[in-house]
């Protein structure tokens, strides 16, 4: 469509050895989690995760969609099973027999060659794998369910459990909520339901059809669960939440695949842990962390103790699938008459003024917008939650700029000096202030920076506010691609103890733009306040091409360029 080359850098391969069975409450799930505490948030950074070894015949289709929707969160560009049955009976349940025929041909191309090489493998034995719970504030720290309640004594988190939530694209498999059905009803048995809130979120209109049709949905509201819409709710942090304060220390439990701070109800207090929905469920039942549904016991409203069986619920329905309300609204067959007309009043859409084109200068003196510490996400730097009513609207969403992110000078959040008056305020609003006074700025990072959601705006805002450069231990691949499209520029630290070197009151010049060249360096130059200078070096990954989008000053710029023949 964009008359451009596509590119991605060869990655490597991680091989996870999948053998054993799953089986009680090991779910799914529970492989991601384990893999995420072995590999850490950035250990599968430019590297594809392949599965596979006789346990794969034992996780269903939907399963292994949540084991790869989850690779997003070790850095993976992308993870991948190898084409089974349980793939090929998913495809004839949702309407695609041709596909699973087609595919049925072509085995030898979807499943791995004998003694295929891998660059490192990491091996699981399912019939032992314990089920998982990650958390909080990241998804790699990694605890067995067991000792999930030692580590929250230890570390002074709350242990009641304030909300269960299941579901989202992650684990809203009909399996998922049939599983956490089976749960619910021994529970309901023996008289009890959920001890805190409890919110279902189907993850398509066709899930939440089926379960409402089979009585699942029925059985989670008895419960007292809330079906939500099938969207991404809390997950992403649309969420009104009322039953805490904002800025009240608690904890959740959710079946998603992200809990950063403040992601899913933007308080910053909130100790979000990923479980499997199965385990949701349990803690929801139980109210507590502290509880592992293999050996702890329950209390039923006769007073008499039980100890759940485990869950268990089948893998596709029996009826087949209901496909919901259709609210599919097709196109015109001819567009080409059609003119999108946006009101300059509207607060929800803005059209696009394209950025500025590089003037073919180094970039000098550079101001230092913030300097962050420790973990800064695409949540950091462009919240979710309320803020995406302006996903049409950049110059609005951009008054979420870094609202969480840790800055270097007072570790505080969303408070920074401007350089040129010295009076502090949000950063939103000092890079505005920059941007007025034709002042580029820069920003400064940690490790793994803009990991998390593949969030467009993470790139958009700071080049609309007038961000140049962003300076980095390391980062994560999708945000430092997006950043080059945006005709920023992503450089990261030779000597990773460099960020150390660097305050926010320094001045930042990048020398030798103009030799700007695959796989060569770039020379940093630090002025400091007492009129000294140091060089470091800074490295970079751009290619010809994404070269050709910074000194266009946009991907897009340079698709305009070359549909013009330039």
């Given at each position: 469509?964009?008359?451009?080359?596509?590119?991605?850098?060869?990655?490597?391969?991680?091989?996870?050895?999948?053998?054993?069975?799953?089986?009680?409450?090991?779910?799914?799930?529970?492989?991601?989690?384990?893999?995420?505490?072995?590999?850490?948030?950035?250990?599968?950074?430019?590297?594809?995760?392949?599965?596979?070894?006789?346990?794969?015949?034992?996780?269903?289709?939907?399963?292994?969609?949540?084991?790869?929707?989850?690779?997003?969160?070790?850095?993976?560009?992308?993870?991948?099973?190898?084409?089974?049955?349980?793939?090929?009976?998913?495809?004839?349940?949702?309407?695609?027999?041709?596909?699973?025929?087609?595919?049925?041909?072509?085995?030898?191309?979807?499943?791995?060659?004998?003694?295929?090489?891998?660059?490192?493998?990491?091996?699981?034995?399912?019939?032992?794998?314990?089920?998982?719970?990650?958390?909080?504030?990241?998804?790699?720290?990694?605890?067995?369910?067991?000792?999930?309640?030692?580590?929250?004594?230890?570390?002074?988190?709350?242990?009641?459990?304030?909300?269960?939530?299941?579901?989202?694209?992650?684990?809203?498999?009909?399996?998922?909520?049939?599983?956490?059905?089976?749960?619910?009803?021994?529970?309901?048995?023996?008289?009890?339901?959920?001890?805190?809130?409890?919110?279902?979120?189907?993850?398509?209109?066709?899930?939440?059809?089926?379960?409402?049709?089979?009585?699942?949905?029925?059985?989670?509201?008895?419960?007292?669960?809330?079906?939500?819409?099938?969207?991404?709710?809390?997950?992403?942090?649309?969420?009104?939440?009322?039953?805490?304060?904002?800025?009240?220390?608690?904890?959740?439990?959710?079946?998603?695949?992200?809990?950063?701070?403040?992601?899913?109800?933007?308080?910053?207090?909130?100790?979000?842990?990923?479980?499997?929905?199965?385990?949701?469920?349990?803690?929801?039942?139980?109210?507590?962390?502290?509880?592992?549904?293999?050996?702890?016991?329950?209390?039923?409203?006769?007073?008499?103790?039980?100890?759940?069986?485990?869950?268990?619920?089948?893998?596709?329905?029996?009826?087949?699938?209901?496909?919901?309300?259709?609210?599919?609204?097709?196109?015109?067959?001819?567009?080409?008459?059609?003119?999108?007309?946006?009101?300059?009043?509207?607060q929800r859409l803005q059209l696009l003024t394209p950025f500025d084109k590089w003037d073919g200068k180094d970039l000098e003196d550079m101001t230092i917008l913030i300097k962050t510490v420790g973990k800064c996400t695409t949540d950091h730097i462009s919240a979710a939650g309320p803020w995406l009513r302006f996903r049409g609207h950049l110059d609005n969403i951009s008054n979420n700029l870094f609202l969480t992110a840790l800055s270097a000078d007072n570790n505080e959040m969303n408070n920074v000096q401007n350089k040129s008056t010295k009076e502090y305020g949000s950063v939103p609003d000092t890079a505005r202030a920059y941007k007025a006074a034709g002042i580029k700025w820069c920003v400064i990072g940690d490790d793994n920076y803009g990991e998390g959601s593949s969030r467009e705006h993470a790139a958009l805002e700071p080049r609309h506010l007038g961000g140049r450069a962003i300076i980095v231990r390391s980062f994560a691949r999708i945000h430092e691609t997006n950043l080059?499209?945006?005709?920023?520029?992503?450089?990261?630290?030779?000597?990773?103890?460099?960020?150390?070197?660097?305050?926010?009151?320094?001045?930042?010049?990048?020398?030798?733009?103009?030799?700007?060249?695959?796989?060569?360096?770039?020379?940093?130059?630090?002025?400091?306040?007492?009129?000294?200078?140091?060089?470091?070096?800074?490295?970079?990954?751009?290619?010809?091409?994404?070269?050709?989008?910074?000194?266009?000053?946009?991907?897009?710029?340079?698709?305009?360029?070359?549909?013009?023949?330039?």
């Amino acid at each position: 469509m964009a008359d451009i080359p596509w590119e991605l850098k060869c990655p490597q391969v991680i091989g996870v050895k999948l053998t054993g069975s799953l089986s009680g409450w090991t779910s799914p799930k529970d492989v991601i989690l384990k893999v995420a505490g072995i590999l850490t948030v950035k250990g599968g950074t430019g590297a594809i995760v392949e599965y596979f070894g006789p346990g794969v015949e034992s996780i269903s289709c939907t399963g292994m969609g949540t084991i790869c929707n989850m690779g997003a969160e070790i850095g993976a560009t992308t993870s991948i099973f190898p084409y089974n049955k349980r793939m090929h009976n998913y495809l004839v349940a949702t309407s695609r027999k041709d596909i699973a025929e087609l595919a049925d041909q072509n085995t030898n191309l979807l499943t791995p060659d004998d003694g295929a090489p891998y660059d490192r493998i990491v091996e699981i034995n399912l019939s032992e794998l314990e089920p998982y719970i990650n958390g909080p504030f990241t998804p790699d720290l990694a605890h067995t369910v067991d000792k999930v309640g030692a580590a929250a004594k230890k570390h002074n988190w709350p242990l009641e459990v304030k909300v269960g939530l299941i579901g989202s694209c992650t684990n809203s498999s009909y399996e998922d909520m049939g599983r956490c059905a089976s749960i619910v009803k021994q529970a309901m048995s023996h008289g009890l339901k959920s001890k805190c809130l409890f919110h279902i979120t189907p993850g398509s209109e066709q899930i939440r059809a089926t379960i409402e049709r089979d009585g699942i949905a029925e059985i989670l509201r008895s419960f007292g669960g809330v079906v939500l819409a099938n969207a991404c709710g809390p997950c992403i942090g649309q969420w009104d939440r009322k039953d805490v304060a904002k800025g009240e220390k608690n904890t959740i439990v959710t079946s998603y695949n992200r809990n950063f701070t403040g992601r899913n109800d933007a308080n910053p207090n909130t100790h979000c842990f990923v479980t499997s929905p199965e385990i949701v469920t349990a803690m929801s039942l139980a109210g507590t962390l502290d509880f592992d549904p293999r050996r702890d016991e329950l209390t039923g409203s006769d007073g008499k103790k039980f100890k759940l069986d485990d869950p268990f619920a089948a893998e596709l329905p029996a009826l087949g699938f209901d496909p919901g309300e259709d609210t599919f609204q097709a196109p015109p067959e001819d567009g080409s008459n059609v003119n999108v007309e946006v009101s300059p009043e509207s607060q929800r859409l803005q059209l696009l003024t394209p950025f500025d084109k590089w003037d073919g200068k180094d970039l000098e003196d550079m101001t230092i917008l913030i300097k962050t510490v420790g973990k800064c996400t695409t949540d950091h730097i462009s919240a979710a939650g309320p803020w995406l009513r302006f996903r049409g609207h950049l110059d609005n969403i951009s008054n979420n700029l870094f609202l969480t992110a840790l800055s270097a000078d007072n570790n505080e959040m969303n408070n920074v000096q401007n350089k040129s008056t010295k009076e502090y305020g949000s950063v939103p609003d000092t890079a505005r202030a920059y941007k007025a006074a034709g002042i580029k700025w820069c920003v400064i990072g940690d490790d793994n920076y803009g990991e998390g959601s593949s969030r467009e705006h993470a790139a958009l805002e700071p080049r609309h506010l007038g961000g140049r450069a962003i300076i980095v231990r390391s980062f994560a691949r999708i945000h430092e691609t997006n950043l080059k499209k945006q005709g920023m520029l992503p450089l990261t630290f030779a000597d990773p103890a460099d960020y150390d070197k660097i305050t926010p009151d320094d001045k930042i010049t990048l020398i030798g733009l103009q030799q700007l060249a695959p796989g060569k360096p770039v020379t940093c130059r630090v002025k400091k306040t007492d009129g000294k200078s140091l060089d470091i070096i800074l490295n970079h990954s751009f290619n010809e091409l994404q070269i050709a989008w910074f000194k266009a000053g946009s991907a897009l710029n340079r698709m305009k360029e070359i549909a013009a023949g330039k």
